[in-house]
């Protein structure tokens, strides 16, 4: 099955600064890669995501990006702010509609300190 | 709208006790599924569903048994519980389009099994 690792554990950055959190991924057929954020006392939700077909997407202050021969992607959050502080999980699956598992990494804490 | 509804919040648990997890959605998602988060594991798949009366083993089920005999709801049940099931558990919903399976999830149920 897909096995998917993600670096590093725990990420500390100074407010406005940059952060970025790494993935890698083993089944070469997944094609669709999803971020979530969770926060204290809540359950993750989908923050972006972007699919095989695509190298680069970008919303806002957050982008992720996917390098189909390395078999990695990655989230980069510009200008963080206090309210970024959470815990972030990458996440592919192949397949289509309902029937694609996904499978998550193991999760990086983001600290955005002023 | 409600979304993802979890019950209990909260739950203490005796080993050998059995309890059901309650899950409800009112989005009429078709996918359902159950997540383990224990820290440094990210959130592991423990059942899941892809319509009323269909479910399947995820990655962990071992301990665990689902049913689903609405859209709407997807209990997880307990049968004996044991210390290693001492976790924060996720409820999802999800809906497909294309490629995608983007997940709503739950507040949690944080269990404690002593």
Not at chain 2, 30 to 54: K, N
Not at chain 2, 87 to 105: E, L
Request: aromatic letters at 10%; proline letters at 4%; glycine letters at 8%.
């Amino acid at each position: 099955g897909e096995n998917v690792e993600q670096h590093p554990s725990t990420l500390s950055v100074q407010e406005g600064d940059s952060a970025v959190i790494k993935c890698t991924y083993s089944d070469s057929a997944s094609n669709y890669f999803p971020w979530y954020k969770q926060e204290l006392g809540k359950g993750p939700q989908l923050i972006i995501d972007i699919r095989s077909n695509v190298g680069e997407k970008k919303d806002q202050r957050i982008a992720v990006t996917l390098n189909k021969t390395a078999k990695h992607f990655s989230l980069h959050i510009t200008e963080t702010q206090p309210e970024d502080s959470a815990v972030y999980f990458c996440a592919a699956s192949q397949g289509t509609g309902t029937a694609s598992k996904l499978t998550f990494g193991t999760g990086t804490r983001l600290q955005v300190t002023l | 709208n409600a979304g993802v509804t979890q019950t209990p919040k909260f739950q203490v648990l005796k080993t050998g006790q059995s309890m059901t997890l309650q899950c409800a959605q009112d989005m009429n998602h078709e996918y359902m599924s159950w997540y383990r988060q224990d820290p440094g594991m990210g959130l592991r798949l423990i059942h899941y569903s892809v319509g009323a009366g269909i479910t399947d083993q995820g990655e962990v089920p071992n301990g665990y048994n689902v049913s689903r005999s609405t859209t709407e709801d997807f209990p997880l049940r307990l049968l004996s519980a044991a210390p290693s099931q001492t976790s924060v558990y996720f409820c999802a919903s999800s809906y497909s389009i294309t490629t995608k399976n983007i997940q709503y999830f739950g507040a949690g149920t944080r269990l404690s099994v002593l």
